[in-house]
Nanobody
Framework: QLQLVESGGGSVQSGGSLRLSCAVS????????MGWFRQAPGKEREGLAL???????TYADSVRGRFTISRDNAKATLYLQMNSLKPEDTAMYYC???????????????????WGKGTLVTISS
């Protein structure tokens, strides 16, 4: 069983930055594809970024160039650096993982197996 715990959410003004963290515990943390997702009130969940066990990233068009996903396997921690934040980035942010080490874009929509409980990000204009 894998446990994921997000942190780093908060309230910032438009144009600001936040870095989210996701602490991973369980089995084979470093050998999993992991990702960040978000869900705004009244909207469907949106995939933002994925990262394979080799560190290779995949980004959704909506965040490419503003968000950066990274991982520190020694610390079993996943990160999401978010810059140039906008009010429409306001959402609950979740980290997720799957059993395999590689990622592919359709995981933005389905296939992640483990989920954290989320951390809230609020961007004010």
């Amino acid at each position: 069983q894998l446990q994921l715990v997000e942190s780093g959410g908060g309230s910032v003004q438009s144009g600001g930055s936040l870095r989210l963290s996701c602490a991973v515990s369980g089995y084979a943390e470093s050998r999993r594809c992991m990702g960040w997702f978000r869900q705004a009130p009244g909207k469907e969940r949106e995939g933002l970024a994925l990262i394979g066990s080799d560190g290779s990233p995949t980004y959704a068009d909506s965040v490419r160039g503003r968000f950066t996903i990274s991982r520190d396997n020694a610390k079993a921690t996943l990160y999401l650096q978010m810059n140039s934040l906008k009010p429409e980035d306001t959402a609950m942010y979740y980290c997720a993982a799957r059993s395999r080490s590689w990622c592919y874009a359709t995981l933005f929509y389905d296939g992640m197996e483990y989920w954290g409980k989320g951390t809230l990000v609020t961007i004010s204009s």
